[in-house]
């Protein structure tokens, strides 16, 4: 017995060494094959072929990098990285704490599912036996430890929310920084073309992208851990017992390594996919809000066919795309469970198998006694402890290949988020170069028209100019006018605007006027010259439909300002009832229901009341310069001249653009285009020029009214019978 005890022995020695022997090879060998394709996924450059060609440089001297659809590859490393610093800026922040709370419930609720498992085992292994007292014993236990793990299971979840909530709070938090400095809403939209949709980039993109980085955070570091402990346990546990390890710690590692060769292989290009889908669901959403936004005009034009058809249209597209992922996941899903499932399962019997059938009942490590009491073990004893072993094994196992399945599926996960990581990062870096001054839009523009008129740059356009802050005037030295697009409209402008000086700017359509006055706010750069102004806070803009916000009565008045603002001015609600009587809007104090009352303006009030309220505005505000662009349009002409005569005498300097000959004697000066990119900037005599335009107006009547009177002619002659005499004076 002594010397069978000891082959027993040297024999268990001997397999313990080839287990070992065999899993080291199995490492090596899948080290070997998957560090080279690793490390060409990270290296080489994804030659696939681009997404859309939107952008090219027009300002800075960078070169036109050319568009790639997101995949996993070390851009998106990149790209994940510097958002995940903004996610985390230090290391004492809540999210870092959240983030920790989250892991240490993952780490518990993995703790519980091996306990339960063993659990199970128990279980069975009384029912076995037929002891009813351990029965209701261990089943108690069961039911006592289902309060902690349902409540760490609503945990985890209430956690995950949380941390999404925060990590989409913190982006949202720092992209509207970015939004709302240095005009970047405007310049975003009208002199860049990267973004189509920066409001579906600043809502769903950042939403879908920040709970995607929490999902998948829980779905690979609990199945990560799931793994490690299963297998921990289930070795420790073989081990105990004398099992042999060695085949089926190789099966699993080939069935993972080739399910995740296959998977790969076959699994589509779901980071395409969903960014392409992301902006679909922009485009749509951009057909809906300019729907609304014109409702009046495509109402007044009838063109609801139109607009249907193009709405249409941009659902067929978006559908068509859902309906083209949802094809692809057929396939690879039916796949995946085939091999996740079926495969795994029938491996796993396999693998639970081949130790309970070559277990000895005791470990090499175990003592005489122990390795005896094995021995004599009675049959009913021996089936009860493989039934519990088969058990916690199978019940171990199925978590793990859950686990494995969670962290294989998890690359669609990552390949989703590397379209979202794309879109959310494009956005920034977007938002930080227009706010860097760098604007990029399509290329191919005409070159230099041949009548010298507009001129079309192709090339690269340079911010050369300077601006210059000045407390009084205007100054422009050989100023460019140049459109966002590269058209210059006006090679060099040269004019001076003192304090107290009233200009008029007139011109056909497209000549300029309107860009000026961009350029003098600061919302177009300048290209070339230099440009004398004063700080913005001296200057005031007022368009043809003067902007209605949300709010009172009082904030359409105060617009930029707050009530605290208005108090801090010193201004009461009786000077800005002074202000609506100097516009002529005092009734609407009384129509509306006092300061006080919110109502949509935009619809309330008329076309005529908005400018007028808009004008308002500019006697709040007092600025220096005021920047007229045919804003009293809807007004009669009393009305306007009592406000322009009022502006004048608050000592406001007026550039304004308009067509109305009633208002050039409030004006001095007279900056006029030609549209062939030529100006004239003269004192303004406004009693000689109404004179000319008046005889102009009297010779293009009279003109107008010369074929009129020719073709009446020419009736009476044949009423007269005299055609031929008219025809032979005529030929004379």
């Known amino acids: ?54 952008s090219s440089d027009v300002t800075e001297g960078r070169p036109k ?9 070390k851009d998106f490393l990149l790209r994940l990285s510097r958002l995940l610093g903004l996610l985390f800026p230090r290391l004492l922040c809540p999210e870092v704490g959240l983030l920790a709370l989250h892991s240490v419930t993952l780490i518990s609720r993995t703790f ?43 945990t985890i979840r209430f956690l995950e929310g949380q941390l999404t909530l925060r990590f989409r709070s913190r982006l949202v938090e720092h992209a509207y920084q970015l939004y709302f400095s240095n ?49 921990y346990t289930l070795l420790g546990t073989a081990q105990s017992k004398g099992a042999n390890t060695t085949w089926p710690s190789v099966i699993a590692g080939l069935v993972v390594v080739l399910t995740a060769k296959v998977l790969r292989s076959f699994s589509p290009r779901f980071g395409k996919l969903v960014a392409e889908e992301a ?19 495509i109402a007044f034009y009838g063109g609801h066919k139109v607009e249907m058809s193009q709405l249409q249209q941009s659902y067929v597209s978006l559908s068509s795309q859902i309906h083209r992922i949802l094809v692809k996941r057929l396939w690879y899903v039916m796949l995946e469970q085939f091999l996740m499932k079926y495969v795994w399962s029938a491996s796993g019997l396999v693998m639970v198998a081949v130790p309970i059938i070559t277990a000895t009942g005791y470990s090499i490590y175990d003592s ?70 760098v604007y990029r839009r399509p290329g191919g523009r005409k070159e230099a028209s041949s009548g010298g008129r507009v001129q079309h740059h192709r090339q690269r356009l340079e911010t050369r100019g300077q601006v210059i802050s000045v407390e009084k005037g205007i100054r422009c030295e050989n100023l460019p006018i140049i459109t966002p697009t590269g058209d210059v409209v006006v090679s060099s402008l040269t004019i001076q605007v003192d304090e107290k000086m009233n200009v008029l700017i007139t011109g056909p359509n497209g000549c300029g006027k309107s860009s000026l006055f961009r350029i003098l706010s600061g919302l177009w750069p300048v290209y070339g010259g230099v440009l004398y102004r004063p700080d913005p806070q001296h200057m005031f803009y007022i368009p043809q439909r003067p902007y209605m916000s949300e709010g009172t009565l009082r904030d359409q008045l105060i617009y930029p300002d707050s009530d605290e603002e208005m108090v801090k001015r010193g201004v009461t609600d009786s000077d800005l009832e002074e202000i609506l009587g100097t516009v002529h809007l005092l009734y609407i104090l009384d129509r509306e229901g006092g300061w006080e009352s919110v109502s949509d303006w935009r619809d309330v009030l008329s076309g005529g009341e908005k400018q007028r309220m808009g004008m308002a505005r500019m006697f709040y505000h007092r600025p220096q310069y005021a920047l007229l662009d045919e804003c009293t349009s809807a007004v009669s002409i009393d009305v306007e001249g009592s406000i322009f005569q009022a502006a004048k005498d608050a000592g406001i300097s007026l550039l304004s653009i308009t067509h109305r000959p009633s208002l050039w004697k409030y004006h001095s000066h007279l900056l006029q285009f030609d549209g062939e990119g030529g100006w004239k900037f003269e ?17 293009e009547n009279q ?30």
């Not at 959403?285 to 009046?296: A, G």
């Not at 004192?683 to 010779?699: G, M």
Request: with cysteine.
């Open 279 to 297: 902006k679909r669901k922009g485009d749509l959403r951009y057909m809906h809000s300019r729907i609304i936004t014109n409702s009046e005009e």
């Open 703 to 732: 003109l107008s009214g010369i074929p009129k009177m020719q073709q009446r002619l020419t009736e009476l002659c044949v009423l007269l019978g005299e055609r031929e005499g008219q025809e032979e004076t005529k030929e004379k």
């Open 65 to 73: 990098s050319k568009s790639r659809s997101p995949s996993v590859n």
């Open 368 to 437: 005489e006694e122990v390795k005896q009491a094995a021995l004599v073990m009675k049959e009913e004893e021996l089936v009860s402890e493989r039934t519990q072993a088969f058990t916690t094994a199978r019940n171990l196992l199925s978590a793990a290949a859950d686990a494995v399945e969670r962290i294989m599926s998890s690359y669609k996960e990552v390949t989703e988020l590397a379209g979202y990581s794309a879109r959310v990062s494009e956005m920034l870096e977007v938002f930080e170069e227009v706010n860097e001054g």
């Open 112 to 154: 519980l599912s091996i306990y339960v498992a063993s659990l199970d085992g128990v279980i069975v292994r009384c029912i076995v036996q037929k002891d009813p007292q351990a029965f209701v014993l261990q089943l108690s236990k069961w039911l006592l430890v289902a309060v902690p793990a349902t409540f760490i299971n609503s």
């Open 1 to 54: 017995m002594q010397l069978t005890y000891q082959e027993l022995e040297a024999q268990l020695r001997r397999n313990s060494r080839l287990r070992k022997l065999t899993v080291a090879l199995c490492l090596a060998y899948t080290v070997k094959k998957l560090c080279p394709y690793v490390w060409r996924r990270l290296q080489v450059k994804n030659t696939h072929q681009p997404v859309s060609s939107t």
């Open 183 to 231: 005009q970047t809403y405007y310049r975003v939209s009208n002199m860049d073309a990267r973004l189509c949709n920066p409001d579906q980039s600043l809502t769903e993109d950042i939403a879908m992208f920040s709970a995607s980085v929490a999902h998948l955070y829980s779905n690979l570091t609990k199945p990560i851990l799931d793994v490690v402990m299963t297998c």
């Open 683 to 699: 004192p303004l005599d406004a009693s000689t020029r109404l004179s000319l335009q008046e005889e102009k107006q009297r010779l």
